[in-house]
């Protein structure tokens, strides 16, 4: 049962050009989004992050939104760079869970120069 | 800065060794966390600890254990190795609702 689903498994855009990344989740019960980004051969990075409280939240290039009705989060990036290129992974977690986070698939960004 | 280290970056071991994979973090963090990684298939938690000697299964336990015998490391350990534990082990601590990554640990089982 895949709580958290990424569609997409790559994304090629321009450099310069607004990067957006979907997430879609099934549990209501998740009250806490993250955004992680990684390159081969490290750990995952932590990115940006969102409460259920919110609808949105910014920091520098990146801008999380969360849709509760639909179930669904992006992350858009926004101008993109080649530095950019990475997995993406999003992630949630319930309260009650102690912060178990639950990831989605992942999706290969490309940014092209 | 959180820093989360892992005892290697790579390893190859063969079926039916016991394997011994460390994590070390240094912020007195209480929530420790194990995950795999595989293409296609996202991050998996294989087992958390919420503090010293406690230890909790996640998603995908199966032929492996944990040990945390001080609260800044997390052990991870392979009983007998098998081949389809090929993969990559990421290791996690948290601080508020952030869990922050070691730079994990690509093991190759022959």
Same mark, same amino acid.
């Given at each position: /049962?895949?709580? !958290?689903?990424?569609?997409s498994?790559?994304?090629?855009?321009? #450099?310069g050009r607004?990067?957006?990344?979907?997430c879609d989740?099934?549990?209501? &019960?998740f009250d806490?989004?993250?955004?992680?980004?990684?390159?081969?051969?490290?750990?995952p990075t932590f990115?940006?992050?969102?409460?259920s409280?919110?609808d949105?939240n #910014?920091?520098? $290039?990146?801008? !999380?939104?969360?849709?509760?009705?639909?179930?669904h989060?992006s992350l858009h +990036?926004v101008?993109?760079?080649?530095? /950019?290129?990475a !997995?993406?992974?999003?992630?949630?977690?319930r309260e009650? =869970?102690?912060s $178990?986070?639950?990831f989605?698939e992942g999706?290969?960004?490309?940014?092209n120069? | 800065?959180?820093k989360?280290t892992?005892? =290697?970056? *790579?390893?190859?071991? $063969?079926?039916?060794e016991?394997?011994?994979?460390?994590?070390?973090?240094d912020m /007195?963090? #209480?929530? &420790?966390f194990?995950y795999?990684? /595989? @293409?296609?298939?996202g991050l998996?938690?294989? *087992?958390f =600890?919420y503090?010293?000697? &406690?230890?909790?299964k996640?998603?995908?336990?199966?032929g492996?254990?944990?040990?945390r015998?001080k609260?800044?490391r997390? =052990?991870? +350990?392979?009983?007998?190795?098998?081949?389809?534990?090929?993969s &990559?082990?990421?290791?996690?601590?948290?601080i508020?609702?952030t869990?922050?990554?070691? @730079?994990g640990?690509r093991?190759l089982?022959?």
């Open positions: /049962d895949q709580q !958290v689903k990424q569609n498994p790559s994304l090629s855009v321009q #450099e607004i990067s957006i990344l979907n989740y099934t549990n209501s &019960m806490y989004f993250l955004w992680y980004k990684k390159y081969p051969a490290e750990g990115l940006i992050s969102i409460s409280i919110k949105k #910014e920091d520098g $290039r990146f801008t !999380v939104f969360l849709n509760k009705s639909a179930k989060l +990036i101008p993109s760079q080649p530095g /950019d290129s !997995v993406y992974f999003c992630a949630a977690s009650t =869970s102690g $178990r986070l639950t989605g999706t290969q960004l490309t940014v120069p | 800065d959180v989360v892992q005892s =290697s970056r *790579y390893l190859v071991k $063969r079926t039916g016991k394997v011994f994979l460390e994590c070390v973090q /007195d963090h #209480e929530n &420790m194990w795999r990684q /595989d @293409p296609g298939l998996r938690l294989i *087992y =600890s503090d010293v000697k &406690m230890k909790e996640g998603d995908i336990p199966e492996y254990s944990v040990s015998e609260k800044e997390f =052990s991870l +350990i392979l009983e007998s190795a098998s081949t389809n534990q090929t &990559m082990y990421l290791c996690a601590s948290r508020h609702e869990q922050y990554f070691g @730079p640990t093991l089982v022959l």
